[in-house]
């Protein structure tokens, strides 16, 4: 297949590339390196250019006949969003329709969208499945659900065909050892305790003891980023076929709170470091559990790296190499 990645040059992006490349695909990057690396991209075509350039888009478009696109171009950060919703409603959502309108002049059919938990905000009930109530508490997760709403309008007017896929805490490195997270500033829970393991940072901070959970602290399905892509694949070869539109909700079903993830990073790199409680962060829900189990039964997905252990012995030896600790 010939695919665009849309925001290859990020973190997920950047794996996918390479999984669709070892796949005997032929993967074209489309990244404004706004927080991508251009170094990150290391299989495929690449090209500098933002989804708000409608000429850019038209280029890249003519250039090559794509069998489908992949968007991870979003802003990621639910505190930054409650603080700047424009620069989230913008991106995320006004920028997408761009994108899906330039697909729409050039007939490419088949379109794999990042999406998120966010979606559902607070949750009614855990796991969450696909049928559970979309009531997004941040403008990060309203701006993920209008594009999925407008979706389902693209295809009724344009015959656009989509599998959203709603990510619920992606984590963990390539196996290998070349790619890995590397957001700046860094805001994700997994990251941010092995920097503290590594020295780079004094401490981690708990956000919030207080939720109605265990132990206190916010409750998380952590997901390895290669089993992520392996989805990502499945979906968009399924979706090439005609299996027509879905939307999967993605993680293993297991929920660990900070503490526990903390706890799981001490013993994965046997580091001591400094733990802080501090204030909960505006727009978190107490718990969000995924249940898959229709990715699981329609697109037979299996993952791969399930063990929190090891995503984050993955993310650990990324940490480790890649900072030169
Ligand atoms: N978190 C934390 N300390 C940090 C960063 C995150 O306690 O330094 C918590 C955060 O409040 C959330 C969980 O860890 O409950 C996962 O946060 P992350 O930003 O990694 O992902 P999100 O769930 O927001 O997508």
Same mark, same amino acid.
């Given at each position: 297949?010939?695919?665009?990645?849309?925001?290859?040059?990020?973190?997920?992006?950047?794996?996918?590339?390479?999984?669709?490349?070892?796949?005997?695909?032929?993967?074209?990057?489309?990244?404004?390196?706004?927080?991508?690396?251009?170094?990150?991209?290391?299989?495929?075509?690449?090209?500098?250019?933002?989804?708000?350039?409608?000429?850019?888009?038209?280029?890249?478009?003519?250039?090559?006949?794509?069998?489908?696109?992949?968007?991870? $171009?979003?802003?990621?950060?639910?505190?930054? *969003?409650?603080?700047?919703?424009?620069?989230?409603?913008?991106?995320?959502?006004?920028?997408?329709?761009?994108?899906?309108?330039?697909?729409?002049?050039?007939?490419?059919?088949?379109?794999?969208?990042?999406?998120?938990? $966010?979606?559902?905000?607070?949750?009614?009930?855990?796991?969450?499945?696909?049928?559970?109530?979309?009531?997004?508490? +941040?403008?990060?997760?309203? %701006?993920?659900?209008?594009?999925?709403?407008?979706?389902?309008?693209?295809?009724?007017?344009?015959?656009?065909?989509?599998?959203?896929?709603?990510?619920?805490?992606?984590?963990?490195?390539?196996?290998?050892?070349?790619?890995?997270?590397?957001?700046?500033?860094?805001?994700?829970?997994?990251?941010?305790?092995?920097?503290?393991?590594?020295?780079?940072?004094?401490?981690?901070?708990?956000?919030?003891?207080?939720?109605?959970?265990?132990?206190?602290?916010?409750?998380?399905?952590?997901?390895?980023?290669?089993?992520?892509? %392996?989805?990502?694949?499945?979906?968009?070869?399924?979706?090439?076929?005609?299996?027509?539109?879905?939307?999967?909700?993605?993680?293993?079903?297991?929920?660990?709170?900070?503490?526990?993830?903390?706890?799981?990073?001490?013993?994965?790199? %046997?580091? *001591?470091?400094?733990?802080?409680? $501090?204030?909960?962060?505006?727009?978190?829900?107490?718990?969000?559990? $995924?249940?898959?189990?229709?990715?699981? %039964?329609?697109? +037979?997905?299996?993952?791969?790296?399930?063990?929190?252990?090891?995503?984050?012995?993955?993310?650990?030896?990324?940490?480790?190499?890649?900072?030169?600790?």
């Amino acid at each position: 297949m010939k695919i665009l990645v849309v925001g290859g040059a990020g973190y997920i992006g950047s794996h996918m590339v390479k999984m669709l490349s070892n796949s005997g695909h032929h993967v074209v990057t489309l990244d404004n390196l706004s927080t991508g690396y251009r170094d990150a991209v290391k299989y495929g075509e690449f090209v500098e250019g933002d989804i708000a350039d409608s000429s850019i888009l038209d280029q890249v478009f003519s250039s090559t006949m794509f069998d489908g696109v992949m968007h991870f $171009a979003s802003y990621i950060e639910v505190g930054e *969003s409650v603080i700047d919703p424009g620069k989230y409603f913008r991106n995320n959502f006004s920028n997408t329709l761009n994108l899906l309108d330039a697909m729409v002049r050039h007939d490419v059919k088949n379109f794999i969208f990042s999406s998120t938990a $966010a979606i559902f905000g607070e949750p009614d009930y855990v796991p969450i499945d696909e049928k559970h109530p979309k009531k997004p508490i +941040n403008p990060y997760g309203k %701006s993920k659900l209008m594009v999925e709403q407008a979706l389902d309008d693209y295809e009724k007017a344009h015959g656009l065909q989509s599998v959203c896929l709603r990510y619920f805490n992606a984590a963990g490195a390539d196996p290998d050892g070349e790619l890995g997270e590397r957001h700046n500033p860094e805001t994700h829970l997994v990251p941010l305790i092995l920097q503290a393991a590594s020295g780079r940072r004094d401490a981690i901070s708990i956000f919030g003891r207080d939720y109605s959970t265990a132990d206190g602290s916010c409750v998380r399905d952590y997901i390895h980023i290669v089993d992520l892509c %392996s989805a990502h694949l499945i979906a968009l070869t399924k979706l090439v076929k005609g299996s027509g539109s879905k939307r999967y909700n993605l993680g293993n079903g297991n929920g660990f709170s900070v503490i526990e993830v903390i706890e799981v990073v001490k013993k994965v790199t %046997s580091r *001591s470091f400094n733990v802080i409680e $501090a204030e909960r962060r505006p727009g978190d829900p107490a718990t969000l559990v $995924a249940d898959s189990t229709l990715a699981r %039964s329609e697109l +037979n997905w299996v993952p791969e790296y399930d063990d929190l252990s090891v995503i984050t012995q993955h993310a650990w030896e990324w940490e480790m190499s890649h900072f030169n600790h």
